[in-house]
């Protein structure tokens, strides 16, 4: 009889052998259609629809103007803030890239992901959350395009200027 099996052979418990360790089965593949584009840009988050208090039960709309936008693509952005709102929820984000129109777009929440902060006396947190954009003015709008495509050309290079022969 196996020391992992009991006399019933049901097992009791299993040993650790490294090296031997269970290969991890190929996730699904990557199904974004558009490109992710990193920025550092501040953003303002306001709830829509007003969000329960767990302690009160009274109802309030949550608003933050410390939020940092850190990637952005066509369908969805991703964002860095200090409390995650509920998955599914609706939120008004306005940001103002440099160079650019102010863009308020409505996004909804897809997921979040909390993240400690290394270095920080306390382990600082703060939550990374996925959004993807369901509307917005289309001035708004027109100006999310051109920023996305202004940000997603490589940088061009500097001209080669001849030097004097001398």
Same mark, same amino acid.
């Given at each position: 009889? &196996? /020391?992992?099996?009991?006399?019933?052979?049901?097992?009791?418990?299993?040993?650790?052998?490294?090296?031997?360790? *269970?290969?991890?089965?190929?996730?699904?593949?990557?199904?974004? *259609?558009?490109?992710?584009?990193?920025?550092?840009?501040?953003?303002?988050?306001?709830?829509?629809?007003?969000?329960? &208090?767990?302690?009160?039960?009274?109802?309030?709309?949550?608003?933050?103007?410390? /939020?940092?936008?850190? /990637? #952005?693509?066509?369908?969805?952005?991703?964002?860095?803030?200090?409390?995650?709102?509920?998955?599914?929820?609706?939120?008004?984000?306005?940001?103002?890239?440099?160079?650019?129109?102010?863009?308020?777009?409505?996004?909804?929440?897809?997921?979040?992901?909390?993240?400690?902060?290394?270095?920080?006396?306390?382990?600082?947190?703060?939550?990374?959350?996925?959004?993807?954009? #369901?509307?917005?003015?289309?001035?708004?709008? &027109?100006?999310?395009?051109?920023?996305?495509?202004?940000?997603?050309?490589?940088?061009?290079?500097?001209?080669?200027?001849?030097?004097?022969?001398?």
């Amino acid at each position: 009889m &196996d /020391e992992t099996q009991r006399r019933d052979g049901t097992q009791r418990w299993r040993r650790f052998i490294p090296g031997n360790e *269970r290969r991890q089965q190929p996730g699904p593949p990557d199904r974004r *259609r558009s490109r992710r584009v990193p920025v550092s840009v501040r953003a303002g988050v306001s709830s829509i629809d007003p969000v329960r &208090d767990r302690h009160t039960g009274a109802l309030y709309y949550d608003v933050s103007e410390r /939020e940092e936008l850190l /990637e #952005i693509s066509r369908r969805g952005l991703r964002l860095r803030m200090e409390r995650a709102p509920d998955d599914g929820s609706r939120l008004l984000l306005r940001m103002r890239p440099t160079g650019h129109d102010e863009i308020d777009l409505v996004v909804r929440t897809r997921w979040s992901h909390v993240e400690y902060v290394r270095g920080e006396c306390g382990a600082r947190a703060t939550t990374l959350v996925g959004l993807e954009i #369901i509307g917005g003015p289309g001035a708004s709008l &027109d100006a999310f395009e051109r920023w996305l495509a202004s940000s997603s050309r490589p940088p061009r290079a500097p001209l080669a200027r001849p030097q004097a022969l001398g």
